[in-house]
């Protein structure tokens, strides 16, 4: 199947910093990315849906200027947690979709984000 | 609104044992039914899909049947094995928009030898 990495896999930060977290399709293209955040022992919850060249959709209860999302190519979207303070901590995953593979999500491993 | 409801866990079975996870679900529309698993330190994975009702969903021995009438979509095996420890994830994505994934709450599951 198609393969979706993320960058980085783990990442630790101080309180009210920036975190960027990558998201790659690596063989294939996809115009919609989606965001989603897993706590721990607990379901995927998505936080957006991201497509190429426009801005992300957000679910709701999601703030979009601290999770600033950008979609500028159809291999790559990235995840920024502005300002992140520790109830941010949570375990990030992406999943790319394949118009081609029947619109079939691929996910990433994952990004573990600690905001002490 | 739409939601997918799936067994508690952990569950903790013996190789060989017969397998079998719950799940149910919600949905406004006519939705298509996925069981993802994740390994440990994996990314998610698709392990099958049913789009209509009745249709059976198989792969690596797993199966999994779309019951309209129960909104029911479990997930079985015959004869699990160590390697099949893991989590599993039963979702739903409706055809209309982005095509969203809701997800259940995931069942971790372990295989003893």
């Known amino acids: 199947g198609a393969v979706v990495s993320q960058h980085p896999s783990w990442v630790i930060c101080k309180s009210g910093t920036s975190v960027k977290i990558e998201c790659r399709s690596l063989?294939?293209?996809?115009?919609?990315m989606f965001w989603y955040r897993q706590f721990p022992k607990q379901s995927l919850m998505l936080m957006a849906t991201s497509n190429e060249g426009s801005k992300a959709t957000y679910e709701q209860g999601v703030e979009k200027d601290k999770f600033l999302i950008n979609h500028a190519s159809l291999t790559l979207s990235t995840l920024t947690v502005t300002s992140a303070h520790p109830e941010d901590s949570s375990f990030y995953i992406c999943s790319a979709r394949d118009y081609l593979a029947y619109n079939e999500q691929f996910f990433g491993p994952g990004t573990r984000l600690t905001v002490l | 609104g739409n939601s997918v409801t799936q067994m508690e866990g952990p569950v903790t079975l013996s190789e060989e044992a017969f397998l079998t996870i719950n799940c149910t679900y919600t949905a406004t529309g006519y939705p298509s039914l996925f069981w993802y698993v994740q390994y440990p330190g994996e990314g998610l994975q698709l392990l099958l899909k049913a789009t209509k009702a009745d249709d059976k969903g198989s792969n690596k021995g797993f199966e999994a049947t779309y019951r309209k009438e129960t909104t029911s979509f479990h997930l079985e095996k015959g004869s699990v094995q160590v390697s099949d420890s893991a989590v599993y994830f039963c979702a739903l994505s409706l055809l209309q928009g982005a095509q969203k994934l809701v997800f259940g709450q995931g069942t971790r599951l372990t295989i003893n030898p």
């Open positions: 063989d294939f293209q996809a115009t919609t």
